[in-house]
């Protein structure tokens, strides 16, 4: 029998934890799929893909072919139509593409009591703000702030808000800090912010929410305020590959799996 096979892609990629998370989920699953790592820029993903012969599964996307992976499936969940971001390739009759990243954070949020939100800031406005912005939507959000270093570049942001029905603004990082419920900063990892911006953020951010987490604390979070949760984004990383396995075993990132606890519980040992 053909192995079947599965991968995370991007450049670079030897840091990736995908490949420790999934073989964790499969071996409670019971599933002799191998899952490996490759690194694929840009302009190589377009052959890459091409060449996968019927043994593959599925693909797990990280940067910089999100997007690329989105203009590549034929056919697309909700989230992905949303952010214009695949991160979850699904290798069938035609190519499916998800975008897991969004009911990451939403369950990652739950799993902190963080739902029934009201007014969030998002801290960037880059690929992830998009996800980031579906997410807060998804846990209830009717206010959402932008700050990025060029609020211009939130147009788009602004656009997914009306959308949503969630009203979007955007300032510079340097302006009038307002009280909100939480604050999801999407910045890359070891980003440090001028010390008075991080020090406004934190003390009217609510609870920081940061997809940053190596290193743990990130520069956002060592300045946050005492007694403020902070969540490292950990939490985002093994639910997003949760649902990715959904995608995989059932076509679906709604269906639990089987056991799910037991496989959540494998997956974070190994984190």
Do not use: C
């Amino acid at each position: 029998m053909m192995p079947r096979q599965l991968a995370v892609w991007g450049d670079p990629i030897a840091h990736s934890k995908s490949p420790r998370l999934h073989a964790a989920a499969y071996g409670v699953l019971g599933l002799d799929w191998d899952y490996s790592r490759r690194q694929v820029d840009e302009a190589g993903f377009v052959d890459a893909l091409a060449g996968l012969d019927r043994s593959w599964i599925g693909l797990s996307l990280t940067m910089p072919l999100k997007e690329r992976a989105h203009r590549a499936a034929e056919v697309r969940d909700r989230y992905a139509d949303l952010t214009g971001a695949v991160n979850t390739l699904l290798l069938s009759d035609r190519i499916h593409g998800f975008n897991t990243d969004v009911g990451g954070i939403v369950d990652a949020l739950a799993e902190h009591g963080l739902d029934g939100l009201g007014r969030v800031r998002i801290v960037g406005a880059g690929a992830t703000a998009s996800s980031a912005l579906v997410a807060a939507a998804e846990s209830g959000a009717d206010t959402v702030e932008v700050r990025a270093r060029r609020p211009d570049r939130a147009k788009g942001l602004v656009e997914l808000g009306e959308r949503l029905g969630v009203r979007v603004t955007a300032a510079p990082f340097d302006g009038t800090v307002d009280s909100v419920d939480l604050t999801i900063a999407t910045l890359p990892s070891g980003t440090a912010l001028e010390e008075s911006v991080a020090a406004g953020l934190g003390d009217a951010g609510g609870a920081l929410f940061d997809v940053a987490y190596a290193p743990w604390p990130s520069a956002l979070a060592s300045r946050w305020s005492d007694g403020r949760p902070t969540i490292s984004g950990q939490g985002m990383l093994l639910h997003q590959a949760v649902r990715q396995i959904r995608v995989f075993l059932h076509g679906d990132q709604t269906v639990a799996l089987p056991s799910e606890a037991d496989v959540i519980r494998a997956m974070r040992a190994v984190l």
